[in-house]
């Protein structure tokens, strides 16, 4: 029904950007907010950013406020997550979401991307 594909994941050194992509598929009208999560490996995934499409509504993780930009395209179908400033500890597989809420909690997203790998060297 739904599909969402994650993008532009890679090795970047710390300090430098990635801009992540997601596009959505199927019938999502009903998904309201997309959300960005991170897991590392051995770790919990991890809320990081998310956007309500009705408002323009943000939320972030406090370990990337100030340095990563959830936006929206023009079309609704598309999500885009700019991270710059990046740390070792940004190092995480990255996943897009939808939900009918602005929430963290990642039970609250009814459909998720395959994910893409983050790398930051040091």
């Known amino acids: 029904q739904v599909q969402l594909v994650e993008s532009g994941g890679g090795l970047v050194q710390a300090g430098g950007s990635l801009r992540l992509s997601c596009v959505a598929s199927?019938?999502?009208?009903?998904?309201?907010?997309m959300g960005w999560f991170r897991q590392a490996p051995g770790k919990e995934r991890e809320f990081v950013a998310a956007i309500r499409g009705s408002d323009g509504s943000t939320d972030y993780a406090d370990s990337v406020k100030g340095r990563f930009t959830a936006s929206r395209g023009n079309a609704k179908n598309t999500v885009y997550l700019q991270m710059n400033s990046l740390k070792s500890e940004d190092t995480a597989v990255y996943y897009c979401?939808?939900?009918?809420?602005?929430?963290?909690?990642?039970?609250?997203?009814?459909?998720w991307g395959q994910g893409t790998q983050v790398t930051v060297s040091s």
């Open positions: 979401a939808a939900s009918m809420a602005l929430t963290t909690i990642p039970r609250m997203y009814a459909y």
């Open positions: 199927g019938r999502t009208f009903s998904s309201d907010v």
